[in-house]
């Protein structure tokens, strides 16, 4: 049995060592003795389908391998802590009993985690499914189902087909928010103190597919469970349609009979008050029915503004996951991974080099790889670094362009004719505590620091006072003119 880390790696490298690393769960044991170990694991699956049912077996056991077996001891593995959890504690005891009845000598079955392989950098990925093969990279994203709604509003009738776990690349940034989400698909009934899940983290670091991936699980495992799935956006513009229609009964309806709310991109809602007090009573009603709600934000609730407290302290009141940016190493697995279903072989080399330069988010890493497979494809030209430099020069000038907290504050300094070290200085008057602002901002816009490291680099000020500074100039820029076209031109200098 081979795994699906081993195909990316055989796939992708090609190289002797990875064909030689025939299983990731391979421990050295002859080939006899590991036929031996598959015929068995077939025979105790086989038991386990039949009293499991099909589903539930593949949801569990569908990537879980047999690792070794030693002095009666049997080894599985799977492929992450969540499932290894939930078998070991679920049907720890059913295994070993299977086991035991084909294999009188199998005293105990402990599952493990599979362990990493060792070659290459993909050493933080703990699952990594391949995508299906009838993906291509020229189709635009098919949405399953038709949408309904009125007015351009999307409520999706089912998930995204692509959005699944099986996609989606685990490593380190997001491997919480993916074991949470996927714990939110799995259990039986929602836990107080999960609900709701909220996942937060930047644009296009995998919000949405990990909701649409919890969706997918909910219907295969229950057909019949009602998942209203809608954007922020859409919550908002149905309601005002229905303020203004005077027919809130009917949005409220929308809401009575789900099972499973999920709301993307929550922080959408911020600054509309009407709306958040429907959006809070939903949520209440739903709680109290025990109904499980899913919502993603860019920000973690303390950070959202313009928001009513109880309405913060509500969002935060269940599990909080969050997605960091991205890694080199993650940014590369999902690159091998979806670069394995291209119709033209990418070279690693060429992977790698993309994984280097587009750092910002999955989503442009991946428009970045369909263009360089397109022209591959269609113009038939052969994929390399060069080509593919050529081909994303637009998005690669805009990656080589970092701006530094340096820049930003000289730029600002000489803006509004301050000194430079007025940046730090813990003066307060307005003259120089605005311009430092506006950096602060800048900062915060232009750069991937984080709130404390900003602060340091202003004269050590603490977090809180870049965030209020971030709000100050974000509410400045609508009520005055003159702040809204410094910072608009201090940004294009500074990218430029
Ligand atoms: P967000 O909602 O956070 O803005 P999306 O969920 O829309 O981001 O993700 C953007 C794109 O990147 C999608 O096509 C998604 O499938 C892909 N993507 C993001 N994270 C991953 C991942 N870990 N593995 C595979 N694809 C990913
Ligand atoms: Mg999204």
Known sequence: METDLNKILSSTSGNDAALNQKSVAGTGMDDEGRKELESQWARVCDRLRKEIGDKAFKTWFGEVEPGES????????????????????HYGDRVLAYWHAVDPEV???????????????????????????????????????????????????????????ANFVVGKPNEFAYAAARNIAEQDKPLPERNPLYIFGGVGLGKTHLMHAIWHVIRERDPKTR???LTAESFVNRFITALRTKNTGQFKELFRNVDVLMVDDVQFICGKEATQDEFFFTFNSLVEQNKQIVLSSEKPPSELQDI????????????VADIHSST???????????????RVPVPIGVLEFLAHKISTNIRELEGALNRVVAHGQLIGREITVEMAQDVLHDLLRQADRKVTVDEIQQRVAAHYNIKLAEMSSPRRARSVARPRQVAMYLAKQLTTLSLPQIGKRFGNR????????????????????????????????LQG
Do not use: C
């Open 70 to 89: 030693k002095a009666g001891k049997v080894r599985l593995y799977a492929p992450t802590r969540f499932v290894r959890d939930w078998v070991s504690r």
């Open 107 to 165: 005293a105990s079955v402990e599952v493990n985690l599979v362990p990493p392989p060792a070659p290459r950098r993909a050493n933080e990925i703990i699952a990594m499914p391949p995508v299906p093969a009838a993906q291509n990279y020229q189709q635009p994203m098919p949405r399953l189902g038709p949408a309904i709604g009125r007015g351009g509003e999307e409520i999706f009738q089912g998930p995204e087909a692509r959005y699944t776990f």
């Open 227 to 229: 998942v209203l799935y």
């Open 308 to 319: 009513e407290e109880r309405m913060r302290s509500r969002l935060g009141s269940g599990l």
């Open 328 to 342: 080199y190493e993650l940014r590369l697995s999902i690159l091998q991974t979806k670069a394995e279903n291209a």
């Open 462 to 493: 603490d977090h809180t006072t870049v965030m209020h500074a971030v709000r100050k100039i974000e509410e400045l820029k609508v009520s005055d003119v003159s702040i809204a076209e410094d910072v608009e031109l201090l940004k294009r200098q």
